[in-house]
């Protein structure tokens, strides 16, 4: 399998310093995972597929900010300005990441994989926890944030099926919503189309688009038909 290429992506510019040391973590745990997986998967780790994670107009956060709402139809979202830009963005994904790891969790048969999935499903609980009380606190004093994250949630829920699943970060009236459970307490979680539906922005089972414009590399590439 021909390894894709990447589309965008540059230095983000935070001006909160504990933003920045946030996604620094976040991202040395990210790249751990990269390398844990395929020494995990050995032979059958597949090649990284072509990413689209352009803050321009032809870029896939643009693309997912306008349909949620968050900017006017011509605008452009660049997740590389600003923290809450930044923010914005990990929220789009922190969330997914836990949902999938859960709902693959069924699906997988050996023991070595089943553990190596459960710490990365905890870590990434973790990230997305961190994500969501960063941007409630920060919606205090910049309302659009809590507005944003909702609108984001939205647009994933109106991907993924009929079913309202997701959530976003503002509860009732004296409560948030920082973990987003069931009536059990627990998280939920996606099918890999379901996944797929999210990061190829697109309902409709396709086998690219999005984030990976060429799709994914290995046996699941095909997103369901929500």
């Known amino acids: 399998t021909t390894t894709g290429s990447v589309t965008g992506g540059r230095q983000g510019t935070f001006t909160d310093t504990v933003v920045r040391e946030y996604a620094r973590e976040i991202a040395a745990d990210e790249i751990a995972h990269v390398g844990l997986l395929r020494s995990a998967l050995g032979a059958a780790a ?20 306008r349909a949620a709402g968050i900017v006017g139809s011509t605008a452009t979202f660049d997740p590389y ?8 963005s990990a929220f789009i994904f922190e969330d997914v990441g836990v949902s999938a790891y859960k709902g693959a969790a069924a699906q997988i048969n050996s023991s070595l994989l089943i553990d190596a999935a459960a710490g990365i499903l905890a870590t990434e609980a973790y990230h997305a926890g961190l994500i969501r009380t960063v941007l ?41 919503n920082l973990v987003p459970t069931d009536a059990n307490g627990l998280v939920f979680g996606r099918t890999a189309g379901q996944v797929l539906n999210i990061v190829y922005l697109n309902r409709n089972a396709v086998v690219g688009g999005g984030f990976f414009p060429a799709g994914l590399n290995g046996n699941i590439k095909t997103s369901a038909a929500s």
């Open 46 to 65: 597949v090649a990284m597929p072509s990413i689209n994670i352009d803050g321009g107009a032809t870029g896939a956060f643009t693309a997912l900010a």
């Open 81 to 88: 300005a600003s923290d809450e830009n930044f923010l914005l």
């Open 136 to 176: 409630y606190s920060k919606g205090l004093t910049t309302p659009s944030l809590r507005t944003n994250a909702g609108l984001i949630s939205d647009a994933r829920d109106s991907l993924d099926g009929s079913t309202d699943i997701d959530q976003g970060i503002v509860g009732d009236a004296t409560t948030s």
